[in-house]
């Protein structure tokens, strides 16, 4: 009898158990929350455009030709279609650091291409997280956004810099004008051509 009401004891807190692991089982997976494709969520940042000359300089620049279209998708998109395109931007961002021309491999562009690096990958680590939540992945787009904004200025910049011999010419005038304003006895200024 005893051996009876062990054995039973024994079958009940298994089933017990069992019963116990099925239930959790059952709540984690109502917990993965599904992203809607039908969302109007977007980003509430605009995608900043080149310069006329610094649009001219990249129009032959495959990679950020495929970059900038990405990035204007993804300034529109829901947080269901930033997870889809998580993965491509990544993929192009680093296809863009690797085929950068020689004469953009400079410490503020490299510095800005970095920054869209790590928050590509970052954002990227979002969209495999079991559970995915749509503000933190609007907040990771927006942060990737900023960072293609940020090179954007950079690269407007870069096309609208002064020429060196202008560059020159224009130290030397200030050069007159300070030597001129130290010494207020000369009345004339002569710039030398």
Do not use: W
């Not at 900038?68 to 931007?89: E, G, T």
């Amino acid at each position: 009898m005893r051996s009876f009401l062990y054995t039973v004891l024994t079958l009940t807190i298994i089933v017990v158990g069992c019963k116990n692991e099925n239930t959790s089982t059952i709540q984690e997976e109502d917990e993965i929350v599904k992203l809607d494709s039908l969302s109007k969520e977007k980003a509430e940042i605009d995608v900043l455009k080149l310069s006329p000359q610094a649009s001219k300089d990249m129009e032959s620049f495959e990679d950020f030709q495929n970059l900038k279209n990405l990035i204007v998708s993804m300034s529109k998109s829901n947080p269901f279609h930033v997870k889809k395109y998580a993965d491509s931007i990544n993929t192009l961002v680093q296809s863009f650091e690797e085929n950068l021309s020689e004469d953009l491999k400079i410490n503020t562009i490299s510095s800005r291409i970095a920054v869209i690096a790590t928050e590509s990958g970052l954002l990227l680590q979002l969209t495999e997280t079991r559970n995915q939540d749509s503000q933190r992945l609007m907040d990771a787009n927006i942060r990737l956004l900023t960072a293609y904004n940020s090179l954007i200025i950079q690269l407007n910049e870069l096309s609208l810099a002064i020429p060196e011999n202008i560059e020159k010419e224009l130290l030397r005038e200030r050069d007159i004008l300070r030597d001129s304003i130290l010494d207020p006895k000369k009345k004339n200024i002569k710039i030398e051509e």
